[in-house]
């Protein structure tokens, strides 16, 4: 198993800590992975990107330009990043914020009610870990467990207890896939 | 004592909503947007009809965005206005 | 108020504030509620009204404002981290007659660039520095700077500026108007309207003391803001500009030139 | 404590500093490195070191020079416009003979530059950078697992020869998470003693110690010059260290180093589906340069590409190395832009031709 | 008005550069080069000019920035430690693409050093020196009447290309006196006109001029860099510059520089008394080297010695031109020490061998 | 007096001043008269008088004082130009126990040395500088420092220098003075046997505080002579000192300790 | 009043010439010599029998060439004599 | 022609002014001339040394170690460079600051007792022109009017004056040289 991944959106959308959330969890399942953020030129709020690659064995290049699947939080993104993925492979698009959804026909694509579904959690950062969650459940790559485990490393102590919500949030995610 | 009555127009899509217009405005007229703008901002919207024109808000906004407007009264101006600009 | 009652409003009077040509037609990148874009806009003002673009030359130093030239529209160099008054001497020396100014933050100023900062101003060069002092290194996400106050939590002050192991905040305005090449030293802000307008006095004095060939360099410092790297809102980080900041470091004049001078 | 953990290059270099026994850390801010020094700001202090953040990179580098003199093991980090910098310091530090380590994470250049990640700082690391005669050893990671060892590696050279040790890094693996896994370190057997030579005040009256770069007859400058060159050729034959990759039965070789290196890796991969065999040779300490492991290779393969984010900075010393029997091209980007491995294997394309071997 | 004179290497480099209608100097005192700092603050200001004694070599270089990017013809002098400061500025003014005259009067290193005249900069001259990929023009003056007449040609070469050019120069050449005649040089019409980029004020609103060094996204600074390595491609085609020496003839080849190059000479011409048929290549702009000269001298000769002041830094440079063809030895002193003719004499008679040319 | 009856003298009597073991049996290369010679004496003396030689580091700067440590039996480390407080820094963090001084030029502390002085004192760095302010930069041949008083002739202010084209001189003490993390700062001379004593007494002092770990910089300025550089005979220099110098580098404590705890 | 008894032995070789001594000396006991010495300075010589040991001379001289012994009286000296020294 | 000399002496005997003379000299004659002053460690006081070079055709290397004539006015400039002097070159040096004469034998000696003499002007700063005339003497290079001609060039203006003392001095010099 290779996954190679990029997850982009707004500086404000968890971007960064949900690749590393994943990052971390292959780790965990004792995978090879890298996690490698965008320079921007932007100083704060602009866009963001992460790479994430997890894979079985030893990883040559972090420098990727084709991906597996693209993750895709906002319209800017979008633009740049529908053509980033491989034919075969998987667009997940949060849908609130991406009014264009992609015309590639050589790709899956996944919409995702992400931004609704986390108002009704009464916490619109969960949004990350839905569209996480629907990742998972295109690209079943890591155990939900896994990815919780990360979540202990990845939130400061004072978060913990937010842990229980973004379970709830990864689940509502992987549920969502398909449904559209 | 009759009000002045002012106005202001501000470009919403460059507002970065940071609310120190909102703050600034002696006036209550301003207010922040519940919806984000394409940059993903709340933005600044002159809700209330009270505003007199004092520039306040325009002089605080670090995106320089609101050009105010004011009844035909002379006011210290901060800056003059280019000529030919119409009444 | 509909579209065509707002027209018909605005039809009635008078524009009294706009944006001023000087400024480019283009959003710029700083976050917000950032002090940084009201400084920008007030010097442009002052160069407008004051009418010497056609002389004025700015140098942008290595900060949070090194893309100023994207913002100021007037011929801009960008200075090596801390030598913006060293470039702007040597504009200075070989073109007395061009309107020059420096516009360069804390740890630009006053860490780097404290060398090039004194000497400029012992020479008397005369040019005018604006002097963005917002406690901390903005641009590379939030170190502590010279000026950062005693407990202020940075990344790399986590337990807040301790003056035993990190030094004290320093006031160099203070320091440099010892200098007798000092001609005219204020300190301002930008936080609120009236701040803004005395601010915007401040800077234009200045200009008009170097269009004038006045003796010496002029600095205007503006204590600001930097909500992000202070992790505050725009306007929690302009209240802890009057509750904390303006207590250590006073605003006001702290050199005027010997006398008005007519 | 030696499990594996994820982090960014920038800290597992960080990390393992600690681990190594470091015991001053100066540094100034500056992108891609920040993550180092304020690591550094966290940890260092806790953990038994002094961490100042110095007003600049000459001032760091210059209470590097007065800590190492005094027999510390202490360290700097910055990226490109603060490394040039310190060249007047680095060069002071070398011709005394200073232990320490330096790191450069290098960003796009020349000038201001971008922030994105670059080795076009390779000449300035093996070659001049600042003036007069004098080397640092050079070592080029290329996985935040090698930001880590390295900077074991690094001390224990800069004690064992004297000199001040470079890991030439860049923002990229300075900035990326990998999994890192520290080793086993004894501080205490790594760590050597001074005291022969360092200032630490004339214990028990013992002679004055002097650290010092001037030499005013030039007669003893040159001594000194001789026995830098000395110390330097026993590098050349002790501390040469690359990597081979699939050179066995290559009819073409590329050479890389440090984040290159892995990009060209994967692009030997792709090369070999193609069926074309191509191999990688990377240069792991840039100086001393494995100048001999590339003439031999030379010697089997039809041509050499070396691969670099520069204008073509270390292919200089590959051609050194080749002495014209075979050609050598270049592959490049630069300022920030980085090689995709599909570029590369269309470069191998061009320059490629299978050779008998005798 | 243009009479012989005798002077100081170091002044004739400054009256030459007044002469050539110099508008500022920055600098700050070191040995050997004083003599020049102290000339400009005599004549500058009487002469027009604006002379500043900066606080440093880092201000003398970025007030060099500052006004070269305003347009006006400047330049600032130091010695090795001085230029080792000065990197940073100079790897901004090479990206900004900004004219200016530097001069290093280069002494003994590294470090401190010594006063004495070295050729220990050769490296951070022509390769690294600052940070990133850029290119400065070096020319190597080996007379005191070279010193001059190159400060000229590096005013019109830094016009005509957009960058700075530095002639790399050593403390004998500085201080010791020749005569020198300095040529007829018309300010007005060699001084180039800047106002097409120059920060001057937006005269007659016109569009704004900017100097700068930074470009945040990578392909923009990629594209920078391109332009950059244009000109260098450009400068490398037209600008090479070398002298040839009793070459015609030659079995035995000489390559050195500047004042190296004027006891190689001497060599050569004993060498010749000795029946030894030995020519001498001197290289008179360090970039753009003269490699295609000596490949083909390479052709001609059965060997080559290069003698440098260091520990051999300009032989990597011909071992490049050379390329495997002949054997490339190489002669030094460092530190200050310079190579006796008589010195250099037994070096060829090592080597030497006759060479039938075809 | 004959021989004999010299020895007979001596035999009688107690030797009250003898060089200190603590210079090198090693005559220096100091023009005549100059104060270098006068003030590495004091502090060798200081530092025997103080019993701390086994753990007291020096640093040389750039300077005519660069080869200090050929005088000075103590560990020394010859730090880059300016760049002595720099190095002090390095190793007093590393090592708090370590006696560090450094002793500094005008041109080395005042001119590129700027920001080094003025960061480390803002820290407080706990170490003592000796300032020899000498008005020129003696070791290059007699340039102007940034410390050279108006109207002084130098080989880089020919006609003397200019306050309008080469800035004023800088008093840095006082302006080091407004920092708090500057513990005591003295401007002492060695002009005269009065003098001397004083300035050893300073030295002195500001040694006794960092062996009590008192928190801070200190700093001695000794303004000396440069009779090479300035043209004159030592004599002349000396009274050329107290003649002009002394009215604008006056003699005396500018900062004394808050107070002086026990 | 009795006179203080002083004396002063000075290292003539190393001496620069530099007179600082002979200026200092409250008692006018020094002179320069006429000659030069090895490095080619006049240098200091003790010529008259005035001297109190007061030790001025020793304390200006940049060489620190200069020792100065008094008569038996106790005196504030500047630096402790090392023990052990002969009366 | 092509004579390369030293001379060599402390710092205050008037050294590099008098090579500084003879090379500008040798300029109004229209020779080829290099003045190299040495680069000692001392401060102020100690030796100072310069090369002069005066030839008719352009001169290759100013690095010399061999010298046709060595011109030596102090003890230490003697022990170091009375070996310099090429067999049959000329040591031309000051009688009362050399104690120990040179004991070369395959050189000519020259001891001139030029600080006496100047003594004699009643200016001990002639010293320098006494030699320099004992110099020419023995070595006829440079013509008189040349030299007094350098002067100009050499001496400030308001020593201008003194050029009659100096001609004085230098011929003076050209008559001690065989007395001895
Ligand atoms: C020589 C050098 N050192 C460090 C940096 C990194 N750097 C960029 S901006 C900056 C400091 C910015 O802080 P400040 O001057 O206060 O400006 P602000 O961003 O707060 O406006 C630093 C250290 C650099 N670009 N060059
Ligand atoms: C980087 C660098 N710049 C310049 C010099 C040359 N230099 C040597 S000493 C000196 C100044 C000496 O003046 P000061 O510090 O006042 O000491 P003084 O000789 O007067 O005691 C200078 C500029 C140098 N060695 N290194
Ligand atoms: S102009 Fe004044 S009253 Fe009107 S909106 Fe702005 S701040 Fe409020
Ligand atoms: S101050 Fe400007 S940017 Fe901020 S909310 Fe108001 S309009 Fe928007
Ligand atoms: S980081 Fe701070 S200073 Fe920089 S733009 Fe953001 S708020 Fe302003
Ligand atoms: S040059 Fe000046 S400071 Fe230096 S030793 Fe001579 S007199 Fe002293
Ligand atoms: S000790 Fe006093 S009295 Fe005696 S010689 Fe010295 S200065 Fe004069
Ligand atoms: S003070 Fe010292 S050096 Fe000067 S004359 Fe007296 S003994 Fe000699
Ligand atoms: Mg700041
Ligand atoms: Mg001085």
């Known amino acids: 198993m290779n996954e190679e991944i990029i997850i982009a959106g707004f500086g404000g959308q968890g971007v960064l800590s949900m690749g590393m959330t994943l990052a971390y969890a292959g780790m965990v399942e004792d995978k090879e992975v890298i996690w490698m953020p965008s320079y921007g030129p932007e100083m704060r709020g602009g866009t963001a990107n992460c790479i994430v690659v997890v894979s079985d064995d030893k990883v040559s290049s972090p420098i990727i330009n084709k991906f597996d699947t693209t993750i895709i939080l906002n319209q800017p993104s979008m633009d740049k990043f529908e053509s980033a993925v491989k034919p075969g492979g998987n667009i997940v698009y949060e849908a609130n914020n991406v009014m264009n959804p992609p015309t590639r026909d050589d790709a899956k694509v996944f919409k995702i009610p992400a931004a609704e579904e986390a108002k009704k959690l009464n916490n619109p950062r969960t949004m990350n870990m839905i569209i996480l969650g629907a990742f998972l459940a295109v690209k079943p790559i890591i155990e939900i467990s896994s990815i919780l485990e990360a979540l202990k490393k990845v939130l400061p102590k004072r978060h913990h207890h937010l842990i229980p919500l973004n379970e709830k949030a990864l689940r509502l995610g992987m549920e969502l896939v398909g449904k559209d | ?85 119409s009444v | 108020m509909s579209e065509k009652i707002k027209d018909n409003v605005i039809e009635s009077m008078k524009e009294v504030w706009e944006r001023t040509k000087l400024l480019h037609d283009a959003p710029n990148h700083y976050c917000p509620g950032c002090g940084h874009g009201v400084v920008h806009r007030l010097i442009m003002e002052a160069v407008e009204e004051l009418g010497v673009m056609d002389r004025t030359i700015a140098i942008a130093p290595v900060g949070c404002s090194v893309l100023a030239y994207n913002y100021l529209n007037v011929d801009t160099q960008q200075a090596a981290h801390g030598r913006a008054t060293a470039c702007a001497t040597g504009i200075k020396r070989v073109f007395p007659d061009k309107i020059v100014f420096t516009y360069q933050g804390d740890g630009d100023l006053a860490a780097i660039g404290t060398g090039e900062t004194i000497h400029a101003v012992n020479r008397g060069d005369k040019f005018l520095i604006v002097f963005i002092n917002n406690g901390i290194y903005g641009m590379t996400g939030g170190q502590m700077a010279p000026t950062t106050l005693e407990g202020a939590k940075t990344s790399t002050s986590p337990d807040g500026r301790d003056v035993d192991l990190m030094g004290h905040a320093i006031r160099i305005a203070e320091m440099l108007a010892l200098l007798p090449g000092a001609y005219y030293i204020t300190r301002q802000a930008v936080n609120s309207a009236k701040a803004v307008r005395k601010a915007k006095k401040a800077i234009k004095k200045a200009l008009q003391y170097q269009i004038d060939g006045k003796g010496g360099t002029c600095l205007v410092e503006v204590v600001s803001n930097c909500p992000s790297g202070w992790k505050m809102t725009p306007e929690e980080s302009n209240k802890y500009l009057d509750d904390e900041v303006f207590d250590f470091y006073q605003l006001g004049d702290i050199k005027v030139p010997p006398k008005e001078e007519k | 404590m030696n499990k594996k953990q994820l982090m960014k290059g920038n800290e597992a270099l960080a990390e393992a500093a600690i681990r190594a026994g470091l015991q001053g850390y100066f540094g100034y801010p500056i992108t891609p490195q920040s993550e180092l020094l304020e690591y550094m700001s966290r940890e260092l202090h806790k953990r038994g070191g002094a961490f100042v953040q110095a007003e600049s990179e000459i001032a760091s580098i210059n209470m590097v020079y007065g800590a190492a003199g005094a027999g510390a093991r202490v360290m700097t980090s910055t990226s490109s416009p603060g490394y040039s910098l310190m060249q007047e310091g680095i060069s002071y530090i070398a011709c005394a003979e200073l232990p320490c380590l330096l790191v ?255």
């Open chain 2, 1 to 85: 004592m009759a009000k002045i009555r002012g106005h202001v127009i501000i470009k919403t899509e460059e507002c970065k909503g940071c609310d120190l217009c909102v703050i600034e405005c002696p006036q209550d007229s301003l207010e922040m947007s519940k919806s984000l703008n394409q940059k993903g901002y709340t933005f600044s919207i002159l809700s209330y009809d009270t505003c007199t024109g004092c520039t306040n808000c325009a002089l605080v906004c670090p995106e320089a965005i609101i050009t105010v407007y004011r009844e035909g009264k002379k006011v210290k101006a901060t800056r003059p206005i280019s000529k030919g600009q």
């Open chain 4, 104 to 358: 450069n994470v290098v960003r796009g250049g020349p000038g201001l530059g971008t922030i994105q990640p670059s080795q076009g700082d390779y000449f300035q690391a093996v070659k001049g950078g600042g003036h007069g005669d004098y080397k640092l050893i050079v070592l080029a990671p290329n996985s935040v697992q090698e930001m880590a060892d390295f900077t074991y590696i690094g001390f224990d050279l800069a004690d064992q020869y004297r000199m001040p040790v470079l890991i030439l890094t860049d923002g990229a693996l300075g900035q990326m998470m990998e999994s890192v896994v520290f080793p086993e370190y004894d501080i205490e057997k790594n760590r050597t003693n001074h005291s022969s030579w360092a200032t630490t005040g004339r214990v028990n009256g013992r002679e004055q110690h002097v650290i010092t770069s001037l030499h005013l007859q030039s007669e003893d400058m040159e001594k000194q010059n001789q026995i830098l060159q000395k110390k330097y050729r026993k590098i050349e034959e002790n501390e040469v260290r690359f990597e081979t990759i699939q050179t066995e039965d290559a009819d073409f070789l590329l050479v890389a180093y440090g984040l290159s290196a892995r990009i060209a890796h994967k692009a030997v991969n792709l090369a070999r589906e193609e069926g074309l065999k191509v191999g990688l040779l990377r240069p792991i300490s840039l100086y001393p340069f494995p100048y001999q492991a590339i003439e031999d290779l030379s010697a089997k393969v039809s041509g050499i590409l070396t691969v670099e984010m520069s204008a073509g900075q270390m292919v200089e010393d590959v051609r050194l190395a080749v002495n014209g029997k075979v050609p050598v091209g270049f592959y490049g980007r630069m300022g920030g832009m980085i090689p995709q491995p599909d570029e590369i294997l269309e470069e191998i394309k061009k320059l490629y031709s299978p050779k008998r071997r005798q």
